[in-house]
């Protein structure tokens, strides 16, 4: 009973079993080598993007969206008008994820590198790109810079892959990828 101190005082101090030893031994070296696949996937694996992230205030992040939409917008898109923005090869590009849109539509060229920041004005977004496997969390206050080179012309669809609300589904957006 619970109520009576243990009859074994010293209980923990029992020779563990050798079976014991060899089966945790086994387990260590497991968890061991499974670590080392994270690292593995990554550098040799290109399973996950090697990303630089910042904090940021939202209201300068948005700021810097806009600056760079007025300066390199080329033309608008859809019913809503949104802008699209062709930026210098080689320049920092700037998307913006808000309830519920991705904003703008970015413009890039094929072959060329860019330095991709993503944050959000409100909440959590996730940015997906279709039909790409590529993932980011985006958070307001925190902004993550992805450099890439788009290594095929087309459309490529954004969508929000982290629930954000009653507008959630409606959360798509778009990238270009030219051929010049
Ligand atoms: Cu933004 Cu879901």
């Known amino acids: ?23 945790i031994a086994i387990a260590f070296a497991w968890g061991l080598v499974m670590f080392s696949t994270m690292v ?15 904090r940021v205030n939202p209201e300068a992040y948005v700021a810097r969206v806009e600056a760079m939409a ?13 802008p699209v923005v062709h930026p210098p090869p080689g320049s920092d590009v700037y998307l913006l994820a808000r ?15 860019y ?4 944050s959000s004005a409100d909440w959590q ?3 997906s790109l279709v039909p790409t496997n590529i993932n980011i969390q985006v958070h307001p206050g925190y902004e993550m810079v992805v450099t890439m080179r788009p290594s095929e012309s087309g459309t490529f669809g954004i969508i929000c892959n982290e629930f954000c609300g009653i507008g959630h589904h409606t959360m798509a957006g ?5 051929d010049r």
Request: glycine content about 6%; charged content about 25%; overall charge neutral.
């Open 99 to 113: 309830l519920w849109q991705w904003w703008p539509v970015l413009e890039l060229e094929k072959g060329k590198s």
């Open 174 to 178: 778009k990238i270009h990828v030219v």
């Open 40 to 54: 593995a996937w990554h550098i040799w694996g290109e399973q996950n993007l090697a990303n630089e992230a910042y």
């Open 1 to 23: 009973m619970a109520i009576h101190p243990p009859v074994t005082r010293i209980w923990w101090r029992e020779p563990v079993a050798k079976m014991e030893i060899f089966w």
């Open 115 to 118: 330095r991709l920041h993503l």
């Open 70 to 82: 007025d300066k390199y917008k080329v033309r608008e898109e859809g019913d809503s008008g949104v």
């Open 125 to 127: 977004h996730g940015f």
